[in-house]
């Protein structure tokens, strides 16, 4: 019970790493709030979560992370609901569209940089008026492989990537000697329901099957493999909990040794 009496607020919790990372606080005895679009199948999530592993200690609020009144309702929520926030994950994130950047629209930047880094902004900003006053916190940013490497077709995402880290090292130079803790997660391929679904080989253009994608993705690490949801949540657990406490301002790869630093 490494969280418990602790409190996390998930944005993209219901389903991939999102999920998983919300799972494995719950597990060990946190509050969790989770925030994303689909008011149906979050109540739905939040009642699967609390079934498992307690009434009352997972909530759901629905809001779009490119919405700034979403993102600082969400936070404002979470504090209303359990006093307090102690841990922030901004998870969600994506790119709107992929394409080469000389065919990239204003339109597909804007809004990759709004899913990713102006919704890590709105939550942290709001986050960290809590965490200041309490002397103590953890945000952990979820970046990618991407946020330290280039692909082509994948600058939007890339650029909003990179930021993410950007911020996070800024962020932890100052709250520092607060009693708050900001790092990022830098997954590699994760096997998801967007995976699963051919997301990134449709919207870059690849056009190959699931297994095609897999392949290629996979060769690019040292495990020849793709991640699971599980090694990411352990670091996220790692990163919220006591034993991570001496750990801030950095980009930990978890990807199987394809960004190898």
Same mark, same amino acid.
């Given at each position: 019970?490494?969280?418990?009496?602790?409190?996390?607020?998930?944005?993209?919790?219901?389903?991939?790493?999102? $999920?998983?990372?919300?799972?494995?606080?719950?597990?060990?005895?946190?509050?969790?709030?989770?925030? +994303?679009?689909?008011?149906?199948?979050?109540?739905?999530?939040?009642?699967?979560?609390?079934?498992?592993?307690? %009434?009352?200690?997972?909530? #759901?609020?629905?809001?779009?992370?490119?919405?700034?009144?979403?993102?600082?309702? #969400?936070?404002? +929520?979470?504090?209303?609901? #359990?006093? &307090?926030?102690?841990?922030?994950? %901004?998870?969600?994130?994506?790119?709107?569209?992929?394409?080469?950047?000389?065919? @990239?629209?204003?339109? +597909?930047?804007?809004?990759?940089?709004?899913?990713?880094?102006?919704?890590? /902004?709105? +939550?942290?900003?709001? *986050?960290?008026?809590?965490?200041?006053?309490?002397?103590?916190? $953890?945000?952990?940013?979820?970046?990618? &492989?991407?946020?330290?490497?280039?692909?082509?077709?994948?600058?939007?995402?890339?650029?909003?990537?990179?930021?993410?880290?950007?911020?996070?090292?800024?962020? *932890?130079?100052?709250?520092?000697?607060?009693?708050?803790?900001?790092?990022?997660?830098?997954?590699?391929?994760?096997?998801?329901?967007?995976?699963?679904?051919?997301?990134?080989?449709?919207?870059?253009? @690849?056009?190959?099957?699931?297994?095609?994608?897999? &392949?290629? /993705?996979?060769?690019?690490?040292?495990?020849?493999?793709? %991640?699971?949801?599980?090694?990411?949540?352990?670091?996220? @657990?790692?990163?919220?909990?006591?034993?991570?406490?001496?750990?801030?301002?950095?980009?930990?790869?978890?990807?199987?040794? &394809?960004?190898?630093?």
């Amino acid at each position: 019970m490494q969280l418990e009496g602790k409190t996390a607020a998930i944005t993209g919790g219901t389903a991939g790493i999102g $999920r998983g990372i919300a799972e494995a606080y719950l597990a060990e005895g946190a509050n969790v709030a989770i925030m +994303a679009r689909n008011p149906d199948n979050g109540a739905k999530i939040t009642e699967e979560m609390n079934t498992r592993h307690g %009434n009352g200690r997972a909530i #759901f609020v629905a809001g779009d992370v490119m919405d700034q009144n979403s993102v600082e309702g #969400f936070i404002d +929520a979470t504090v209303a609901q #359990f006093g &307090t926030i102690d841990i922030l994950v %901004n998870n969600a994130g994506g790119a709107s569209d992929l394409a080469p950047l000389v065919d @990239l629209t204003d339109k +597909a930047f804007d809004e990759t940089m709004k899913w990713n880094i102006y919704s890590t /902004f709105w +939550a942290t900003r709001r *986050a960290l008026k809590t965490m200041i006053a309490q002397k103590s916190g $953890r945000v952990i940013n979820i970046s990618s &492989t991407e946020g330290k490497m280039g692909k082509p077709t994948f600058a939007p995402y890339t650029v909003a990537k990179h930021g993410i880290i950007g911020m996070t090292k800024s962020v *932890a130079q100052e709250v520092g000697t607060m009693g708050i803790t900001v790092n990022a997660i830098c997954p590699g391929l994760v096997i998801t329901d967007i995976i699963k679904n051919g997301g990134p080989a449709t919207a870059s253009g @690849l056009g190959m099957t699931f297994d095609e994608m897999i &392949t290629m /993705f996979s060769q690019e690490s040292a495990l020849k493999r793709p %991640n699971t949801v599980e090694e990411i949540a352990a670091m996220a @657990l790692l990163l919220a909990s006591d034993a991570g406490s001496g750990i801030t301002g950095t980009a930990l790869s978890v990807d199987g040794g &394809t960004a190898q630093y």
